[in-house]
């Protein structure tokens, strides 16, 4: 396997990678144009599309913004309502794996920034029947929210004549450099199905499983093409426009509403994904189960790229925490239907041949990242820290009106906190 001399990222990333002469792989070149491109200019870009859409006359909302209790939803809504006074129709899709912390974070968006909010909550049984049929084809448990986060946005956005969709960061951008900054692409239904989706959108599941009908999978089937342009519905990504870096907009955003960050089970990341209870537990095991890499490999090339890692302290974060226990997976299997052996079968179907082979009647791995520490051209082009004595913290805020375990599983929400 081919890993890149700079960040930690292997070849068989899913969404694609290159590498150039020097063994650096496209995200980190594509990354380096954050230190190169005038932000200034290219956020007057992003301030004359905010006030094409902004509605004179009070009548409606200007904009949508997809939202959760994790990533980075305070610092989109908070930038939006504050400093360009827009009034964003908030959109949020339940994902079923819901924490005590996401729902309380969800709460302090609508309580402390003050925004509408629609949720999305789609039938239980069905959305249990969809991970059984993602697991079986596509060895995913995290599919269905995938499905429902990527395209209720689009559907407010037809429904209530609301061109503008706001989304944060392009994830293939900002992990493989799919796409330069300069090229301001936008969401389409294309790239959700071949990258988000795997492929595999709902309406594919009518051929695939006897299970699921069409009157299950229709509240998220995408609007048609013609509904789309009817309406002008556009998705912009916000990091083609500024200076995008998570880890700082979550500590400012701290400062300011005081959510809840805190401890997780397999990255040293606190800030983002705290709102679900599968997402750097048992989905991201199956990511390591598939691809021989997970969470901590992303969030260490993020870190890596920023300077605030070198690509050998990465390594020994990814060394720490790639064989952290998964959590609670018994209580996962029977709310599927399955055993955990079945389970992990159905997970196994979808291992990549090219860093696991199976001998002796076992999965092993082929190759590894902490095989490279030292390999030919890594000094050349390794990035130096900017901050030794940091040492990457991740801040825990764990506010006085949360109360009991904050990863405990709900699966219903809630609309305000007290303050």
């Given at each position: ?10 070849a ?15 995200g ?12 200034s200019?290219r956020?007057?870009?992003?301030l ?25 939803s ?14 964003p ?11 005590r ?25 069905v ?5 059984l ?41 900002e ?10 692409v ?6 959700r ?91 991201d ?10 969470k ?79 390999a030919?051209g890594?000094?050349?082009v ?28 709900q ?9």
């Open positions: 396997m081919k890993y890149c001399t700079r960040c930690v990222y292997p068989n990333h899913p969404f694609g990678l290159e590498f150039d002469e020097d063994g650096v792989c496209s980190c070149r594509t990354h380096e144009e954050k230190d190169q491109l005038n932000w200019e956020g007057e870009k992003l004359k599309i905010l006030y094409k859409y902004k509605d004179s006359g009070g009548s409606r909302h200007d904009c949508i913004v997809p939202v959760s209790g994790g990533r980075d305070f610092f989109i809504v908070d930038l939006l309502r504050r400093q360009y006074n827009l009034n129709l908030l959109v949020t899709f339940n994902r079923h794996y819901n924490t912390a996401g729902i309380y974070n969800l709460e302090r968006i609508r309580t402390a920034i003050g925004c509408d909010i629609l949720t999305e909550t789609i039938n239980p049984e959305y249990r029947r969809m991970t049929a993602s697991l079986k084809y596509r060895g995913s448990i995290h599919w269905p929210y995938l499905v429902g986060s990527t395209v209720f946005p689009v559907q407010i956005a037809v429904r209530r004549r609301i061109p503008l969709i706001i989304w944060g960061a392009h994830q293939g951008m992990q493989t450099g799919m796409f330069s900054h300069l090229d301001e936008e969401m389409t239904r294309r790239y199905k071949e990258h988000d989706l795997m492929g595999l959108e709902p309406e594919d599941l009518l051929d695939l499983s006897d299970d699921l009908s069409e009157e299950d999978l229709s509240p998220l089937f995408y609007p048609t093409d013609d509904k789309l342009v009817d309406v002008g519905v556009r998705g912009i990504y916000l990091n083609n426009y500024i200076r995008w870096d998570t880890k700082s907009q979550h500590e400012s955003m701290h400062e300011r509403y005081k959510y809840f960050t805190g401890k997780q089970l397999r990255t040293f990341d606190t800030y983002n994904d705290v709102d679900c209870a599968i997402y750097s537990s048992i989905h095991a199956i990511k390591i189960r598939k691809l021989g890499y997970g901590i490999t992303d969030h260490v090339c993020r870190e890596i790229r920023h300077r605030r890692l070198t690509r050998e302290q990465g390594i020994d974060l990814v060394k720490k925490y790639n064989d952290k226990p998964e959590g609670d997976l018994r209580r996962l299997t029977k709310w599927l239907g399955l055993t955990v052996e079945e389970f992990w079968k159905m997970v196994d179907n979808h291992r990549d041949n090219d860093i696991y082979e199976f001998v002796d009647n076992e999965w092993k791995t082929r190759d590894n990242i902490i095989n490279y520490l030292d030919a890594v000094k050349n390794g990035l130096k820290n900017n901050d030794p004595d940091n040492n990457c913290v991740f801040f825990e805020n764990h506010p006085s009106g949360l109360k009991d375990e904050p990863y405990d599983l699966l219903l929400m809630r609309g305000y906190v007290h303050t």
